[in-house]
C-alpha cells in the first residue's frame, strides 16, 4: 500500500521515468485524433468531449504516478502470452500497453460508447490483439481463475460503498492463483479540506468578498455530499479490511496527507491547458495497492 504524492521533483522525475516511456506517447495519440476530427472543450458530452478532457488528464501528476505504479509491480511478474484485464478501462491505453508487451489483453468498461469506439479501426487505441468488452465490474462474465494480471486505475472511488467492495470481490475471482490485481484509488483529507474552506470564506466574508465567500459555502456543501475520494477511515473498511489476507506491504500505517501537501503538488506540476487552475488545484492525490490471490 502506497501513497502516491511525491514533492521533490527529482524523486518525481526518477519514479515517473516508466510512464515516460511507455505512457507519455500515446498523449500523441490523443492529439492526432483532437485534430481529425476538431474536438474541443465545447464538444457535446460523450465520447467526443471525453477524448478532449482525457488528452490533459492524462498527462496529470497523479496520472503518472498511477500509471507508474502499475508498470513497477508489472516489471518483475509480466511475461509473455499472460491473460491481462484492465477493469475500467475507459479509453485509457493499459489494456494496449499490456498487448504490446506480447499478453492476451482484455479491457472491459459499462459505458459501451467508450467500447464501441475503442473498437472502430480509425481510433488510436483500436489493436487487433486487444479484447474489449461492456461490462459491470460487479459481476464480471469471465470464468474463475482466468488472468495474471488485473488492473483498475483510478475508477472504485467512481463505484461507491458496498459495490467497490464487490468489484474487487470479482476481480480477485477471476484472478489465477499467483496473480496480481494493481489497484489505485484517488485519496483525499476531506477533513482538512473542509477546515481550509471555512477558514478561508471566513477571511473572504471579513474582506466583504460576499459571492466568493459563497462559492466557498458551496465547496463545503459539495464535500460534505461527496462520497467519492477515499480517506484514511473508508479506505481501511471498504478495501484494507475486507481484503487483509490478500494484500500486500504494511496494512497498519495509517496514511495521511495534508491539505497543503496536495495542494503543493498539483501546484508543482501544473501546465497551462490542464483543467484546473494553478492557484484552484486538486484536493486529492492517489494511494496504489497491490492484492495477490494466493493469499486469499
Not at 51 to 66: A, G, H, S
Not at 132 to 147: A, C, I, K, P, V
Not at 160 to 188: C, N, Y
Not at 211 to 227: A, G, I, N, V
Request: net charge positive; with cysteine; proline share 3%.
Amino acid at each position: 500500500m502506497e501513497l502516491l504524492i511525491e514533492n521533490d521533483k527529482n524523486k518525481f522525475d526518477k519514479y515517473t521515468e516508466t510512464y515516460e516511456k511507455n505512457i507519455f506517447p500515446f498523449v500523441e495519440y490523443f492529439d492526432n485524433e483532437i485534430k481529425k476530427f476538431g474536438y474541443s472543450e465545447n464538444s457535446p458530452l460523450g465520447i467526443e468531449r471525453d477524448i478532449w478532457d482525457y488528452k490533459q488528464i492524462i498527462q496529470y501528476p497523479i496520472r503518472k504516478l498511477e500509471y507508474s505504479f502499475v508498470l513497477h509491480n508489472c516489471k518483475d511478474f509480466l511475461k509473455p502470452r499472460m491473460k491481462t484485464l484492465d477493469a475500467g478501462c475507459g479509453i485509457t491505453p493499459t489494456a494496449r500497453w499490456f498487448a504490446s508487451k506480447g499478453c492476451e489483453a482484455y479491457g472491459i468498461d459499462l459505458r459501451q460508447d467508450n467500447i464501441n469506439y475503442i473498437k472502430k479501426s480509425e481510433s488510436f487505441l483500436y489493436d487487433p490483439k486487444v479484447n474489449y468488452s461492456s461490462q459491470n465490474m460487479t459481476s464480471l462474465e469471465f470464468e474463475d481463475d482466468t488472468f495474471d494480471v488485473v488492473t483498475s486505475i483510478s475508477v472504485l472511488e467512481h463505484l461507491g460503498p458496498e459495490k467497490d467492495t464487490k468489484a474487487i470481490s470479482e476481480m480477485l475471482r477471476v484472478l489465477k492463483a499467483g496473480g496480481k490485481l494493481i489497484l489505485t484509488v484517488d485519496f483525499s483529507n476531506r477533513e482538512g479540506e473542509l477546515n481550509y474552506n471555512i477558514k478561508f470564506g471566513l477571511n473572504l466574508l471579513k474582506s466583504g468578498k460576499i459571492k466568493e465567500t459563497m462559492q466557498r459555502l458551496q465547496r463545503s456543501k459539495f464535500l460534505l455530499k461527496r462520497d467519492t475520494a477515499y480517506n484514511h477511515d473508508s479506505l481501511m473498511k471498504r478495501i484494507i479490511i475486507p481484503f487483509k489476507n490478500n494484500i500486500e506491504g504494511d496494512m497498519n500505517k495509517k496514511i495521511y496527507v495534508s491539505v497543503n501537501d496536495i495542494k503543493k503538488f498539483w501546484r508543482m506540476y501544473w501546465q497551462p491547458g490542464f483543467l484546473y487552475t494553478k492557484n484552484e488545484p486538486r484536493t486529492y492525490v492517489s494511494v496504489g495497492l497491490v492484492l495477490s490471490k494466493n493469499n486469499g
